[in-house]
């Protein structure tokens, strides 16, 4: 059975960091385009950042460029969201996507003083 | 950024009948090799989005086939037949054409 699961969501002041984490058993991360989702409260799903097989492609929403980055290890099946100078509206549920098909259950992100 | 509009907002549906979604891309999702990057998901109260159909047409394994998806170019439906209660929730196209990739803002449908 494929599952994944997400990670590392917490309760953060404006200007924080944190780092959210997504591990995958069932199926091997190597092969794929990793990606990461987010959906504010009540709101519509929105694409972040995605890592191509290998690493050597990273790319990141504008709006985040400079502030999140988008890393794997695929010897950990992980998928990685490292979040920096966050900024209340950050907040969402953050899914990690593998490929366009396989989906956690997203973890928690909150913005907030 | 390419933005893909969805309609209607929201959808009641009588039991056993069929519903139709719209997704209009602002710009063609058609690679040169003929291959479409559109995907649809669906998003039931409460859960993660589900991957229901991936290059317009192709049903993810486990999707019933009362599930169907069409288009090209710029405009595409999904087209959900002999509508059950366990369709409701939100559902959602996504071009993976052009970086960033994009959703439509979601489509409820709901049951009468």
Known sequence: ?113 | DVVMTQSPFSLTVTLGQSASISCRSSQSLVQSSGNIFLSWYQQRPGQSPRHLISQVSNRDSGVPDRFSGSGSGTDFTLTISRVEAEDIGVYYCLQYYYWPHTFGQGTKLEIK
């Not at chain 1, 959906?39 to 990273?58: C, D, T």
């Not at chain 1, 400079?66 to 100078?85: C, P, V």
């Open chain 1, 1 to 113: 059975e494929v599952q994944v699961v997400e990670s590392g969501g917490d309760l953060v002041q404006p200007g924080g960091s944190l780092r959210l984490s997504c591990v995958g058993s069932g199926i091997t991360f190597s092969d794929q385009w990793l990606n990461w989702v987010r959906q504010a409260p009540g709101k519509g799903l929105e694409f972040v950042a995605n890592i191509k097989p290998g690493g050597s492609l990273r790319r990141h929403l504008d709006s985040v460029e400079g502030r999140f980055t988008i890393s794997r290890d695929d010897a950990k099946n992980s998928l990685y969201l490292h979040m920096n100078s966050l900024r209340r509206d950050d907040t969402a549920v953050y899914y990690c996507m593998i490929g366009l098909t396989i989906w956690g259950r997203g973890t928690l992100v909150t913005v907030s003083s």
